[in-house]
């Protein structure tokens, strides 16, 4: 199985910072990559897709880079709703695989 | 509006079964892959199953296949997961989730994730 990995695990931010989170691939994925958003007791939300393609009412604040084995979620101006549990996904082969979650939270 | 609603989660004994359900409104099942995607406490997302957007494939995580089984019901715009021999470790949130457009490459489909539901809970002990 491919194996992601996100880093880093958790991070503090304040409202207004730009954030960049990266996931890295045990192989080449191409741009086989997705990212995800999770509050709790909500249901998951896709944000990017095909590395860098933004999902259909995603704030442009939100993009993501990379290729191949080597990728990054950005925020470029953190907003309050932002600060939620991100994940990166590879669907390049059977078993689909996330990364390990990196949680955003408040200075 | 798209939707998914799961249900059947619940508590349940080691070794024991149970059948979760996924009502989906808002679009036509039958035209989309389907995927079951679960979350344990404290711990991150794991995928667990794939069925095709007709059915004729399907796909499991390592930690549950030959226990757990993915089906659809196109008719009733339905999908399930049948999880028989369960162990402790399967206690978490569980989400279906519906397949963005089908990827080809080789032989295989492949869909990210481009709806989700809120998840039902099974509490194994």
């Known amino acids: 199985a491919i194996r992601m990995t996100q880093s880093p695990s958790s991070l503090s931010a304040s409202t207004g910072d730009r954030v960049t989170i990266t996931c890295r691939a045990s192989q080449n994925i191409s741009s086989y990559l997705a990212w995800y958003q999770l509050k709790a007791g909500e249901a998951p939300n896709l944000l990017i897709y095909s590395t860098s393609t933004l999902q259909s009412g995603v704030p442009s604040r939100f993009s993501g880079g990379g290729s191949g084995t080597d990728f990054t979620l950005t925020v470029s101006c953190l907003q309050s709703e932002d600060f939620a549990t991100y994940y990166c996904q590879q669907y390049y082969s059977y078993p689909l695989t996330f990364g390990g979650g990196t949680k955003v939270e408040i200075k | 509006q798209v939707q998914l609603v799961e249900s059947g989660g619940g508590g349940v004994q080691p070794g024991r079964s149970l059948r979760l359900s996924c009502a989906a409104s808002g679009f036509t099942l039958n035209s989309y892959g389907m995927h079951w995607v679960r979350q344990a406490p404290g711990k991150g997302l794991e995928w667990v199953a794939v069925?095709?957007?007709?059915?004729?494939?399907?796909y499991y995580g390592d930690s549950v296949k030959g226990r757990f089984t993915i089906s659809r019901d196109d008719s009733k715009n339905m999908l399930y997961l049948q999880l028989n021999s369960l162990r402790d470790e399967d206690t978490g949130v569980y989400y279906c989730?519906?397949?963005?457009?089908?990827?080809?490459?080789?032989?295989?489909?492949?869909?990210?994730?481009?709806?989700w539901g809120k998840g039902t809970t099974v509490t194994v002990s």
């Open positions: 069925v095709s957007f007709d059915g004729s494939n399907k």
């Open positions: 989730a519906r397949g963005g457009p089908k990827i080809l490459r080789g032989t295989y489909y492949y869909y990210y994730m481009d709806v």
